[in-house]
């Protein structure tokens, strides 16, 4: 009853918004992942992004000019790994904060607050349970440039993680099984550590071995913005997380080539 009011609501919503398909086309266009869908799933990609902006505000952090092409661009990327989930998986957090570059966080004690954040003092995206998701816009436009980097990816991978209550790398799993999660993701894990002691080249950034919540995180990122890095390395990862995402972005990539 309560979805489909609120789906009635939000229809009569977003015709009001009128933002045009070619307004929409020219805020991806710099980001090559949006290529990949096509057709329906295109019609169904700015529909959800659109619906993004519904239901979530923008905030200026220190007073950086928002426009509606960063909104556009912001909430393309965030609806990908929902495209098959549903938007509701991001319902319970109001805020995405917006700064032009890298910040630094006005928090003392993070870990009492349920909070992720990234290495180092300066921060180029964050996150945090049932607040606000803050984002670097320089961060953001260097998705698609720096092979398998997408700071959005990976802070709504991370509010998907903590859907179940703390960030511990396994979002709600629904029809998975979760000890084969688990253990595919364990594997994997010790795979990359194995690699980085040894100096090989590694398939994610290191950054992941922070933590089984980091991990799921990178590895998202990778997973949509270069999948054939994770398919080569991780074939058993790369299924999990297609299973759970529901989407396959190796074929996608393959059909458009
Ligand atoms: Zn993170």
């Not at 909104?71 to 609806?79: N, Q, S």
């Not at 921060?123 to 607040?131: P, R």
């Not at 029809?175 to 994997?188: I, N, Y």
């Not at 980091?214 to 998202?220: D, S």
């Amino acid at each position: 009853m309560f979805n489909g009011l609120r789906r009635w609501r939000e229809n009569r919503r977003l015709a009001a918004l009128a933002v045009p398909p070619e307004q929409w086309e020219a805020a991806v266009a710099g980001w090559p992942v949006a290529a990949r869908y096509q057709g329906e799933e295109r019609t169904a990609l700015r529909e959800m992004a659109l619906r993004f902006l519904l239901r979530k505000g923008f905030a200026s952090g220190a007073g950086f000019h928002i426009t509606d092409e960063m909104r556009l661009k912001i909430a393309t990327m965030a609806a990908v790994p929902v495209l098959k989930l549903g938007l509701n998986w991001y319902d319970g957090w109001y805020t995405v904060v917006l700064y032009e570059g890298a910040f630094i966080p006005n928090h003392q004690q993070p870990d009492e607050f349920g909070l992720v954040h990234e290495q180092g003092e300066v921060l180029s995206g964050e996150a945090w349970e049932q607040g606000p998701v803050i984002l670097s816009w320089e961060d953001v436009c260097a998705a698609g440039t720096e092979e398998g980097y997408n700071v959005v990816l990976h802070e709504m991978a991370h509010k998907l993680d903590m859907r179940d209550g703390g960030v511990n790398g396994a979002p709600p799993l629904g029809d998975l099984d979760a000890v084969r999660w688990h253990a595919v993701f364990t594997e994997a894990w010790e795979d990359l550590a194995a690699r980085e002691r040894n100096g090989e080249p590694l398939p994610i950034d290191g950054y992941a071995l922070e933590d089984p919540g980091e991990f799921f995180a990178v590895a998202t990122e990778v997973f949509f913005e270069v999948p054939e890095r994770i398919h080569a390395a991780w074939p058993a990862l790369y299924q999990q997380l297609s299973a759970f995402y529901r989407q396959d972005p190796l074929a996608m990539a393959r059909r458009l080539a």
